[in-house]
């Protein structure tokens, strides 16, 4: 049965696979787009309890203010990069187990 929660993890779902391949594909970090997706994610996680793990959550919430506020250069900016899109994916398997 569809009801909002569903259907709210079925959009954030898409907007996390949105991301990884927008994060991949963008040449720059200077783009807000993400910390929208994040702000969303977090009311996600407010409204519906027991779905995604507040360390995976928390922990790319950081990693994609550390890119956005250009703190990094050079191989320290690959690693948070790296870091953000593990825990983007491990954020788009928790919302999938969540959907099906």
Do not use: C
């Not at 929660?5 to 807000?32: A, P």
């Not at 787009?33 to 996680?45: E, G, K, M, T």
């Amino acid at each position: 049965m569809i009801n909002g929660e569903w259907l709210g993890t079925v959009i954030l779902f898409l907007m996390t696979i949105g991301l990884i391949f927008y994060r991949y594909n963008l040449l720059t970090t200077d783009s807000n787009w993400p910390l929208v997706y994040y702000a969303l994610a977090v009311i996600h996680f407010q409204l519906f309890e027991g779905g995604l793990d507040s360390r995976i959550l928390f922990s790319a919430v950081i990693a994609a203010m550390l890119l956005r506020f250009e703190f990094l250069a050079g191989w320290p900016l690959k690693v948070i990069q790296g870091a953000e899109y593990i825990l983007l994916a491990l954020i788009a398997y928790r919302l999938f187990d969540i959907v099906f």
